[in-house]
């Protein structure tokens, strides 16, 4: 879910909404030049970096430098370490060492390195701060002037026939300055708003237990009266635009004190685009449409391996870049061992996702995320307990008690506080601080409780219930992966202390006590985790009632464990005639239908195996790659032979009862082969089955909603009815409507 401000939640909820913008930005790049690419030459500073300006990779630390009118002492800057072979820089961008002014035009020169030249429409520069006000671009075709007005410089100009360009600072705003280049676009961007978008629409559909992929397709159709987007208008941009082209997609909406809030709606692909004489239409994706190519390197690792070390090996086959995809940190506490069966990358990913009670999605972002989907298991500490007190007992929801204690303030003789007992039998007090406050109120140690979670997950608010006597002060520190997100302190302390903020992806907390009343100890009786979603869908956003489907009965549900161990037996696990090129060292490609280990390649003639030096280059358990080392000085047919062994395979069931009656469900990943991961798994996917009541809605639209996120469904029958979404859909035509299909959470 997108987090947006109060007010524009108020403003949607309004019986007649405020006017509804929609915004698309189309970047025309083309991919062959920003894929061949180089920086030619040098002269460039020794901090420079020449490689990635070329890609998505931003700039965010600037060094400052000795020239006019740049370096700023605001502390956004940073100073540059010395120069040498050991040091380590930021990404700076191109910073060329020759300085604009005094007749000296530093230059960066770049080469296209493919095999025919290249037809770029437009050009986008991103300079920083010190920009050219004058800049040249030499290419095949000649000198093309431009004068600049800020950080940003595009052009929308043809350049045919290319390959290279020379870009060229003539004037500097600051007068005197190197040219720096933090980022390079071979293309232009195009953005559609409202006076050109005639509508649009976007669906995303997901498994929240991963049994098959999500998907997001997204449609828009624009005016095209001037018929700028035909495709026989050689200026038309449509001439230029490539599968798989990103698309930035925006939902703006008025506020009531008549500003526009922008929410993004998503990165997506370009797939598709046609045009007439009166309207253009242009279809896009997620990236998973463009993960087609097949996971080959799956092995069995007696060693075990992490599901997050898996799915970066995965990432890394595919060829998706660590900036691309997030994976939950969760997942390097889950250990298996089989191999990934040779799918398709998006398929291990659904898999992995799958087996670490997670899914795989793409966010607004354009990013791939492998998220843990489950609540977690919550455990909760502190640096100093009294003897009497128990912190274990702070998330269990039980009654407590109160001893009297020689406090100030604080024993009372109402009945409603215990006498403490001569041994060591104490009754559930909560939390209770070894440390006592002084007169002021300050501790010498100040008190803290930490509560960690099994994997990040978000909730809405934390309430703490007190004893008779309350802190004056505490300060709540949150964390992700061990990285602080956010600090603050709290003051209004009641019996029942409610905080509320919106704790997104949290996987601990620690609460400190910084101050109590005088000579007092810390007494917490219990602490309570707010809801996963604070959304609600009320009838007044619905525009029909809503269509409930019962759901079929699951009666069992059976995970599968699938076991491997080593096979004794040497079998000719392949065997294919084939003729080997005279004098050719000549690879070929093997695939195993089972998973196979300790592999040896031969070529056999009449069954007499031959010395042509087959050697297995690389393997996995389903795939090996043979090279021919020695060939004959002849064409020969062969038969080329893998010799090998095959794993045995055994399997177990984990299995549990969820109704009376209905049909049995069994599920079969082969990531899967321990007891406790099966378990996991049962458990997971059984509280999906169990919550059987499935909603269909159409409702006003809200572009916050996401997949996969939970929500408040009103209901006649049901209080806090809460449902996940499944699939999520928004349409647009100068305002907003939308569809949900969601199921009922137990």
């Not at 991103?126 to 093309?144: R, W």
Request: proline residues 3%; hydrophobic residues 35%; glycine residues 6%.
């Amino acid at each position: 879910m997108q987090y947006v401000s109060a007010e524009y939640k108020a403003a949607m909820k309004q019986a007649a909404r405020n006017k509804s913008y929609m915004r698309i930005s189309l970047g025309l790049i083309n991919q062959a030049a920003q894929t061949a690419a180089e920086v030619q030459g040098g002269g460039f500073t020794y901090f420079s970096d020449i490689v990635k300006p070329l890609s998505s990779e931003t700039v965010s630390r600037v060094y400052a430098t000795f020239e006019n009118d740049f370096s700023k002492v605001d502390r956004s800057m940073y100073f540059l370490p010395r120069d040498s072979p050991a040091a380590v820089y930021y990404n700076a961008g191109m910073v060329t060492e020759k300085l604009c002014g005094h007749g000296d035009e530093p230059v960066v020169m770049i080469r296209f390195n493919t095999a025919d030249p290249l037809d770029i429409k437009g050009l986008t520069l991103e300079f920083g701060d010190a920009y050219p006000v004058k800049l040249s671009v030499e290419t095949d075709e000649g000198v093309f002037e431009y004068e600049n007005e800020g950080p940003s410089f595009a052009t929308e100009d043809t350049f045919n026939n290319t390959t290279y360009m020379k870009i060229t600072a003539i004037e500097m705003v600051n007068g005197v300055g190197r040219l720096r280049i933090h980022n390079i676009v071979f293309g232009i961007g195009i953005t559609f708003d409202n006076e050109k978008i005639v509508s649009a629409d976007m669906k995303s559909c997901i498994s929240p237990i991963s049994e098959n992929l999500p998907s997001i397709d997204f449609n828009v159709t624009i005016e095209n009266m001037d018929r700028y987007y035909n495709v026989d208008n050689e200026d038309s941009a449509i001439n230029y635009m490539e599968t798989g082209q990103e698309m930035q997609v925006y939902y703006g909406y008025t506020l009531n004190d008549g500003s526009i809030e922008w929410v993004k709606g998503g990165t997506l692909f370009m797939q598709e685009w046609s045009a007439d004489d009166k309207l253009a239409k242009f279809g896009a994706v997620d990236i998973f449409e463009y993960m087609q190519d097949e996971y080959k390197r799956g092995e069995y690792r007696p060693e075990g391996i992490t599901l997050y070390d898996l799915a970066v090996d995965v990432f890394d086959d595919a060829g998706i870049l660590p900036e691309q995809y997030w994976v939950d940190p969760y997942l390097k506490k889950v250990v298996v061992y089989n191999p990934l069966p040779m799918v398709k990358h998006k398929e291990c990913l659904q898999l992995i996702a799958n087996a670490g009670r997670s899914v795989v999605m793409q966010n607004r972002d354009g990013i791939i995320m492998l998220k843990s989907s489950f609540e977690p298991e919550k455990e909760v500490a502190a640096n100093q307990v009294a003897e009497y007190g128990n912190v274990e007992c702070l998330l269990q929801d039980q009654p407590y008690s109160e001893y009297a204690a020689f406090e100030r303030d604080y024993a009372q003789a109402g009945g409603q506080q215990y006498f403490m007992p001569r041994g060591k039998n104490y009754i559930r007090v909560g939390y209770v601080s070894e440390s006592i406050s002084n007169e002021e109120g300050y501790f010498d140690e100040n008190p803290v409780i930490t509560l960690t979670m099994e994997s990040a997950y978000t909730f809405h608010n934390l309430t703490l219930l007190f004893g008779s006597i309350q802190p004056v002060d505490f300060m709540i520190t949150t964390f992700n992966n061990g990285e602080e997100k956010k600090h603050f302190k709290s003051r209004s302390i009641t019996e029942r202390t409610v905080v509320y903020y919106d704790f997104i992806d949290t996987d601990k907390i620690t609460i400190e006590f910084t101050r109590a009343k005088p000579h007092n100890r810390i007494h917490l009786k219990q602490i309570l985790f707010g809801s996963q979603t604070d959304y609600e869908i009320t009838y007044d956003d619905l525009t029909a009632t809503p269509y409930g489907t019962k759901l079929e009965k699951v009666k069992e549900l059976r995970v599968v464990r699938t076991i491997y161990a080593k096979g004794t037996e040497l079998k000719d696990l392949t065997s294919d005639e084939t003729v080997l090129a005279a004098g050719q060292q000549e690879e070929f490609e093997i695939e195993f239908g089972n998973a196979v280990h300790g592999l040896r390649a031969v070529c056999l003639i009449n069954d007499v195996e031959q010395d042509f030096g087959a050697a297995i280059t690389s393997s996995s358990s389903y795939w090996c790659k043979v090279r021919i080392t020695k060939p004959p000085q002849e064409a020969t047919k062969v038969v080329l032979t893998i010799r090998g062994y095959e794993y045995n395979i055994s399997t177990s069931m984990e299995s549990t009862k969820l109704n009376n009656a209905g049909s049995i469900q069994t599920w079969n990943n082969p990531l899967i082969s321990s007891a406790e991961d099966a378990r996991n798994l049962v458990e997971w996917v059984g509280e999906y089955y169990k919550s059987g009541n499935r909603y269909e809605l159409k409702y006003r639209g809200d572009p916050v909603l996401d997949y996969n996120d939970l929500a408040y469904l009103e209901s006649r029958y049901v209080e806090d009815l809460m449902v996940r979404l499944e699939e999520v859909g928004l349409n647009y035509s100068g305002a907003l409507s939308g569809t949900l299909v969601a199921r009922r959470k137990i």
